[in-house]
């Protein structure tokens, strides 16, 4: 039965049975020992062979050789009369049409000196021609045409093999395939490509102040947004999510629900319940089951972390403020995930920012601040808040503030992680 805010919280007279006492006994750890501890946790996953068109937004497992030439064969790059330089040096200048080549004609006759071809782009072109006449610079005739005027020897030819000789890697394994790569793939001739498997990644929030989106909402209670969020990170980051229904502060109902589904999952991701309250569900329930580790990382936000395994899967357990959800998907399970899926690249781009206002931050966390970015300079939005959802919706990259650094000028120069948005 899934709670759409029924409590199991205790009233004001007493904890639930096994809820633990409110305590800061978490270890510190930097931000790149969680992100090894996170990374170590995903081994590599395996390949499958789907058609080109299925493997958009996939990670190339194997290299792509180039199974024949691009161009395929010299052709001519305009609508016009494919002609040799020495007939077009003196103009203008009448020369008889001895064919005609539309592209798709695969086979022509070698260019009799004096004479010309009519070609179109993408014709193969005839032996013994060096340059293409565009139709824009003679009478358009299909008889004797004439010729007002010519570019020199080579132009508009396109060689075969100029952009892809064959044998060649065409596409290297670990790249991202988009439209491009994809156009690529068919270009040289490949009906199928070899892609590593999806993880599945099961998402989970806790919390007995979750509610519905849509449903009537009460003092005290707020819509689940972070599962939303989770899951739609997820697919962005190459996965494929399973959004578990949320479940409230109560330690039996949430373990039920993880271990109904966690046997077919890559990853277990759960939002809530990990820091320093009495009712800390993700804590309570897996402190004495598997290794996952609570800790503590030296950044802000998503300062409460824990990672490690139950029942052989890899879970990581992120905080339920929805800013600090976001970052640390961003910060530890977005690249352990492309890591996973093989990505040459795992890591965000980053970029030098200028920025436009100055910045405070805590002393010793790594501050991941949200940002707009744009053409070089980076304006802070919103505040340090981990609440501050509707300011994350309107950034492009976030600010990234070292752990000993506590202020910075106007103009001072940082370095911005680009996320979602950042290039549109
Ligand atoms: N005494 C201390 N208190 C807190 C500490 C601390 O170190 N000592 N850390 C703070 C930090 S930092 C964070 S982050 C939060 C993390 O707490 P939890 O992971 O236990 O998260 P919750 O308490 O369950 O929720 C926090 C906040 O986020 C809202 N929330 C949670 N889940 C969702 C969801 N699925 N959708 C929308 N909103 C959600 C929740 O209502 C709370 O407002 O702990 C601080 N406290
Ligand atoms: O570290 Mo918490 O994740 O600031 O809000």
């Not at 006994?25 to 789907?50: I, K």
């Not at 009799?112 to 009478?139: F, H, N, S, W, Y």
């Not at 300062?303 to 905080?319: E, F, I, N, S, Y």
């Not at 899926?341 to 405070?360: D, M, Q, V």
Request: glycine content about 12%.
């Amino acid at each position: 039965m899934p709670a759409t805010g029924g409590h199991t919280r205790p009233g004001p007279t007493g904890p639930p049975a096994g809820s633990a006492a409110i305590g800061q006994d978490d270890r510190v750890r930097t931000v790149e020992e969680h992100q090894a501890v996170v990374a170590a946790l995903l081994a590599p996953l395996g390949e499958e062979e789907v058609p080109v068109a299925a493997a958009h937004r996939r990670v190339l497992a194997r290299d792509v050789p180039a199974a024949v030439p691009l161009p395929g064969f010299d052709n001519s790059a305009m609508d016009g009369y494919a002609a040799r330089s020495a007939d077009v040096a003196a103009l203008p200048v009448r020369l008889p049409v001895a064919d005609d080549i539309p592209a798709g004609r695969t086979g022509v006759l070698p260019l009799a000196p004096g004479t010309v071809q009519r070609i179109m782009t993408g014709g193969l072109l005839p032996p013994g021609a060096d340059v293409v006449v565009p139709v824009e610079l003679t009478d358009a005739a299909t008889d004797v045409v004439e010729i007002r005027d010519a570019p020199t020897a080579g132009t508009h030819l396109r060689r075969a093999g100029e952009d892809i000789t064959a044998g060649t890697v065409a596409l290297e394994a670990g790249s991202p395939l988009g439209a491009a790569q994809l156009g690529l793939a068919a270009a040289v001739g490949a009906r199928t490509l070899w892609v590593r498997r999806r993880p599945r990644v099961l998402v989970l929030s806790t919390g007995s102040e979750l509610v519905e989106p849509g449903e009537p909402l009460l003092p005290g209670q707020v819509y689940e947004s972070n599962s939303l969020l989770l899951c739609a990170a997820v697919e962005d980051a190459g996965g494929t999510a399973r959004r578990l229904h949320f479940v409230p502060d109560d330690v039996d109902q949430f373990l039920a629900t993880v271990r109904a589904e966690l046997a077919d999952a890559d990853l277990l991701v759960t939002s809530g319940g990990v820091s320093a309250g009495a009712y800390e569900v993700v804590k309570d329930a897996f402190r004495t089951l598997g290794t996952v580790e609570f800790v503590k990382v030296a950044m802000q936000p998503g300062g409460p972390q824990g990672a490690g395994t139950v029942d052989g899967v890899p879970v990581v357990t992120l905080p339920g403020n929805p800013v600090s959800s976001f970052v640390s998907f961003e910060v530890f399970v977005r690249p352990a995930l492309r890591r996973a899926l093989g990505h040459a690249a795992p890591g965000r781009l980053r970029a030098p920012a200028e920025l436009t206002a100055p910045l405070r931050s805590p002393a010793g966390r790594r501050q991941f601040l949200r940002g707009r970015y744009d053409a070089g300079r980076v304006s802070q939005v919103g505040g340090p808040g981990s609440h501050l959802v509707a300011h994350l919706a309107r950034a492009n990259c976030l600010v990234v503030v070292p752990e000993d650094v506590t202020e910075l000028p106007a103009g001072a120069p940082v370095d911005v992680v680009l996320i979602e948005g950042a290039l549109q």
